[in-house]
């Protein structure tokens, strides 16, 4: 007997889910780069060129990689009354990480700061980069400290001063050395057309679990107890039908513990009659609005990330 077959939830993702860098069509790809290193201090892990001269760029932190750049200059621009991405949220150690990398960001003039945000299970700070993405920096207080109510998180969104949070937070070692500090993709958030139609996606078929889905305009999900891995909301992009080809985002990656854990999403697709591709090592498929979405084995390489 699989014994960690029979451990799988046929209806749910495992709850060692991680999310994976995201990736991103960019019509200047020298200029994005060259923010995402600056503002966000991540450095270039590695590229490849495919035909018709794309090129594939993953940045990151140490070998952990955030985002993958696809140069694309021939799109449109990101239109944000479309469904896509709402921001990729970077999760920090700590306070004092997440202020380096706050106070890197505020100091590139590329950068358009869009608010803050205490969430009571987080701290967190916004900004969009220059082609229009959104970008969330954030740190989890403790979850002993989260309140649950009716099997869903409580969650606000109340002011942080960015200055007085950089002068209590902030030290020598993250100002001077932030690309050094540990980060992560914690979440992504997604715009969509309709709340409905994400909940039978993501949460009846992918296999996340609801956490909120009180609030207006908007559902958040996580696997294992946490606050969201994914959200979705229709604020900007009501009735949103599939999207065109455009900049922006262009794949929302996780990767899950075993094969087992696969096979049984792979099980779930089948049943809502939906396409995937499976490679052995991921399972690939599209949301309502044409988003790829990508389930991957651990230990992905970046350079299979780039084959993707």
Do not use: C, K
Request: proline fraction near 5%; glycine fraction near 10%; charge should be negative.
């Amino acid at each position: 007997m699989n014994l960690d077959a029979a451990a799988v939830d046929d209806r749910h993702l495992s709850a060692d889910l991680a999310m994976d860098a995201v990736t991103l069509r960019v019509g200047d790809l020298e200029m994005m780069s060259s923010y995402y290193e600056n503002a966000l201090a991540l450095t270039p892990l590695e590229e490849t060129s495919r035909r018709a001269g794309e090129v594939h760029r993953v940045l990151g932190r140490g070998q952990v990689p955030f985002v993958r750049l696809i140069s694309t200059p021939g799109l449109p621009a990101v239109d944000p009354r479309e469904a896509g991405l709402f921001h990729t949220a970077f999760l920090f150690a700590d306070q004092a990480s997440l202020a380096g990398t706050v106070l890197r960001a505020a100091q590139d003039p590329r950068s358009r700061f869009a608010g803050t945000g205490d969430h009571l299970v987080s701290e967190a700070f916004y900004f969009t980069d220059p082609e229009g993405n959104g970008i969330e920096l954030y740190v989890d207080r403790p979850r002993d400290s989260w309140q649950w109510e009716d099997g869903q998180v409580v969650m606000d969104t109340l002011y942080i001063d960015p200055q007085a949070y950089l002068d209590q937070h902030l030290t020598e070692q993250a100002a001077t050395g932030t690309g050094a500090l540990p980060g992560v993709v914690g979440h992504v958030h997604l715009q969509v057309g309709d709340v409905e139609s994400a909940r039978r996606f993501y949460i009846d078929t992918l296999g996340f679990e609801t956490t909120v889905g009180t609030h207006p305009g908007a559902l958040f999900a996580a696997a294992g107890g946490y606050h969201h891995h994914v959200a979705m909301n229709t604020w900007n992009s009501r009735g949103a039908g599939p999207r065109a080809a455009s900049l922006g985002l262009a794949d929302v990656a996780l990767t899950l513990p075993a094969r087992e854990d696969l096979d049984a999403l792979a099980a779930r697709l089948r049943t809502a009659g939906l396409e995937f591709a499976d490679d052995g090592r991921s399972i690939s498929v599209t949301d309502p609005w044409g988003t790829p979405v990508t389930a991957s084995l651990p230990g992905t390489e970046v350079e299979q990330l780039l084959a993707r």
